[in-house]
């Protein structure tokens, strides 16, 4: 297992960046694969991926099937609009642990991606509720780092993990065996990565 996509968000004002790295064979940074912007406050989801941070050139993107549906997928489609990939929440899973499916264009399940420590995850969800100390709990929390681990939904084996890799700033690194990043378009796992950021408290 070894890093292949670095993801780096930048906050503006009105949008969140992300800057999609490839990485090279020894596991270093190398070229800037995608430039991705969010708009804050849309109705409808929708992440444009462009070929370089001038935004010049449109060359994917990920948008939400439907509006304001917690049980919704997200469609992962080309330029011209041609189905990549899919990924949704899973709603009652994530109620305790964050879980996401990817899917390939077809439909058939590929990864499934889940927040690796439960009991973080529960801290997460319910310090808040504890009187008095709550508050503090919660400030604490921003500054731990949560990642994810991607299983293989055929055998539920681990094939990758998703890493916060520094305090202050969500920078991200995705490992990935040679046989998990084989399995779907790299557009799909730099979507399914920005998603984890962008769309994780939703």
Request: proline share 1%.
């Amino acid at each position: 297992m070894r890093p292949r996509l670095f993801i780096e968000q930048k906050i503006t004002a009105f949008a969140n960046k992300y800057r999609v790295i490839g990485a090279s064979e020894t596991g270093e940074p190398v070229d800037l694969l995608a430039f991705a912007q969010q708009k804050r406050l849309a109705f409808k989801e929708k992440v444009t991926f462009y070929a370089d941070e001038k935004k010049r050139t449109a060359a994917f993107t990920f948008r939400a099937e439907k509006v304001m549906d917690v049980h919704g997928r997200y469609l992962v489609e080309d330029i011209n609009g041609a189905l990549i990939g899919v990924f949704r929440k899973e709603f009652k899973q994530s109620l305790l642990i964050s879980t996401w499916q990817v899917m390939d264009a077809e439909g058939n399940a590929v990864f499934t991606v889940r927040e690796s420590n439960a009991t973080l995850a529960a801290a997460r969800r319910f310090a808040g509720f504890i009187p008095f100390v709550g508050d503090l709990f919660e400030i604490i929390l921003l500054f731990l780092k949560y990642h994810f681990v991607f299983l293989d939904s055929a055998s539920d084996e681990v094939v990758g993990t998703y890493r916060k890799t520094t305090l202050l700033r969500d920078h991200y690194t995705l490992f990935m065996t040679d046989e998990g990043y084989g399995r779907t378009d790299w557009r799909v796992l730099a979507a399914m990565g920005v998603a984890l950021d962008a769309l994780q408290s939703r």
